[in-house]
């Protein structure tokens, strides 16, 4: 949990119902004081705060998820060949899984801006210059399918909860991430809506830079919930599909905008498997169900693309299936041996790419590293479903290191490609 409300600004009447590190050490206090010495002063003015807290009712929407698919329209057999036909991608398409370089500059811009040192325009004229900048370098690179690089973001859960109506964002809510880093999850204490574009502007710029097709980039709804701090007065499982809903809603904003391709990630999915195995079935139809009703409102031809974080995928390898996405992103070079194994176990018949190289270390890699990991997937899965990305998102990376990979990637697969294309009989 962060350290303390002390220097948060929120509203009374919620942050009553909060209670960060310093605040739970009060109410052990409190409880020390009316168990050992018989003081209830500080254990009654807790018990009336969080009574307050208790006779608000955040329940104020109503929601009708059955009148939202949890399907797509056709199978996927038939979404690709729509797909196809629209996107005109390359045998083994490359992609990456969506930041860029989050430099010194990039954060300096974002802070000035939410603290009012800079203008909208200039914040905006801003990040065009780096969407533009970038779009050129991934065209100059040759990537397949390009991102807007995700400048106006802190974070992939907390930008969300800055835009959904039912969340809230802390100054100084920091907990640790992984080793030296740190995120500020957001605060669900209300029911969750989509009320205006999250991510609809960025995007539409960024592809009006490029004839090729620029993902639009989604957090799932699984992985906002599993990191962020949830409200317990409704199930889990409500909370999770109003979020599937919001994002649905987003979804929808940027096909209609013309966006071809949509990435819904969903690092989190395994990590939020819970410790006891008798829960595993019911956690993964549940999460399964969310992601659909997030992204199967779409037509065929929009290919929808999702992603996974490093974690032990053989025992959720069949929900990984039953999410439908035309196309998964997973982060396996630090066990790449070990996932094609798991694909043994199961038919994967689904667009998918497996990391090619760990975006973990500075280390560039070499070709004949990517060669080889490419090389080890295709002796699993058809190479028609097969695409060629890095681990995860680059945002922290430094740029040269992210160019210098790209090319490496980039110049490894065209190199496949005019393998492939001698080997073909005339």
């Known amino acids: 949990v962060p350290v303390s409300l002390d220097d948060e600004t929120l509203k009374q009447s919620i942050e009553e119902g909060l209670s960060f590190a310093t605040e739970k050490l009060d109410e052990l206090d409190a409880l020390r004081r009316l168990l050992n010495q018989n003081d209830s002063a500080k254990y009654d003015e807790l018990k009336a705060r969080y009574e307050r807290f208790q006779s608000q009712s955040f329940k104020n929407l109503e929601y009708d998820f059955d009148s939202v698919p949890t399907s797509r329209k056709s199978p996927f057999p038939e ?43 200039t914040y905006n004229n801003f990040l ?15 990537l397949d399918v390009l991102v807007h690089g995700e400048f106006e973001r802190n974070d992939m859960v907390e930008f969300f909860g800055e835009k959904l109506q039912g969340f809230l964002v802390t100054k100084f809510g920091w907990v640790q991430s992984y080793g030296s880093r740190a995120v500020k999850p957001p605060v669900i204490y209300g029911d969750v809506k989509w009320t205006e574009p999250l991510t609809v502007k960025e995007t539409v710029y960024a592809q009006s830079l490029t004839d090729k097709p620029v993902k639009g980039m989604l957090t799932g709804p699984v992985t906002i919930l599993n990191w962020s701090f949830e409200r317990v007065d409704v199930p889990r499982k409500v909370v999770q599909d109003q979020i599937a809903l919001a994002i649905d809603e987003e979804v929808l904003a940027l096909e209609e905008a013309g966006i071809k391709v949509i990435q819904v990630d969903e690092p989190a999915l395994r990590e939020g498997l819970p410790l006891r195995s008798e829960y595993h079935e019911q956690y993964l139809a549940d999460a399964v169900n969310s992601f659909k009703l997030a992204t199967s409102s779409v037509q065929d031809e929009t290919q929808i693309h999702t992603h996974m974080c490093y974690s032990q995928f053989g025992q959720i390898i069949h929900a990984i299936h039953e999410l439908d996405a035309d196309v998964i992103s997973i982060e396996t070079s630090r066990s790449h041996g070990d996932l094609i194994k798991d694909f043994e176990d199961i038919n994967y018949d ?19 590293e990517i060669a080889t990991a490419i090389d080890r997937s295709l002796q699993q899965i058809d190479r028609s479903l097969f695409w060629v990305n890095p681990d995860c998102g680059l945002k922290t990376r430094k740029e040269d290191e992210v160019k210098d990979a790209l090319t490496v990637l980039v110049n490894t697969v065209r190199k496949k490609r005019e393998s492939n294309n001698q080997n073909k009989p005339a």
């Open 128 to 142: 065009e210059s780096e969407i533009a900048r970038w779009i050129k370098i991934q065209e100059d690179i040759g």
């Open 79 to 121: 979404r690709k060949k729509a797909q196809d036909a629209r996107l005109h991608l390359p045998d083994l398409p490359t992609t990456t899984i969506g930041s860029f370089p989050q430099t010194q500059e990039v954060r300096k811009y974002r802070a000035d801006w939410k603290n009012k040192r800079i203008s909208d325009e």
């Open 350 to 368: 689904l667009g998918i790419g497996l990391g090619v190289y760990d975006i973990h270390s500075p280390r560039i890699p070499t070709e004949d």
